[in-house]
């Protein structure tokens, strides 16, 4: 055995997973702040346009067919201004993550060996990897993050390390799967 790790997740943990799988849509960092910016703006700017045209509409009393289509359209920028506002909401999405996370108070545990490494839990049992199926790692100041797949990650909560120490963790990860560790800003 080279490291072990066992932990219970947190919902600080899912947010940090939230907020790094947010960094690896854009890890531009002007382009993260653009975004950050421009979503709640124009997202506002949709709802008042929606709004707009749906109040002139009815003030107006006309309905024709071109109104449908009018009021339909006005509808889709409400819609689309919502969505641009739940996207922008970091901390919303940490949450209902958090809220829809299955394995609340389940010690997980990770072993990692010289030829793969194994993820016990209560629900699913052991799972065993090869070190070739790590396509990616992050790090952040609390965690590392091993994808398997774009959208799925081993979380490794850094001060739940009980055999090893998560300081050589990163090299570690270089020599078996032949990943760097990137780092989340």
Known sequence: MEYQVQMVYEQA???ALVRTLDFRRRPEKNLR?????????FGILLIIVGIS???GTISLGYFAPATIVT??????????GVALLRRSDTRGMEKRSWAKYPNKGM?????FYEDHFEEADEASGKNEFQYISIKSA?????H??????NNAAHMLRKDSFIYGEPDTFAVFLRKKAAVTTDPVE
Request: proline share 2%; net charge negative.
């Open 53 to 55: 045209v749906i109040a």
């Open 13 to 15: 943990d899912v947010g």
């Open 107 to 111: 010690t997980i545990t990770y072993t």
């Open 71 to 80: 009021i339909i359209i006005s509808l889709a920028c409400l819609l689309g």
């Open 144 to 149: 590392f993050f091993l994808f398997t797949v």
């Open 138 to 142: 992050n790090e952040d100041a609390g």
């Open 33 to 41: 702040l653009a975004t950050k910016i421009g979503y709640p703006i």
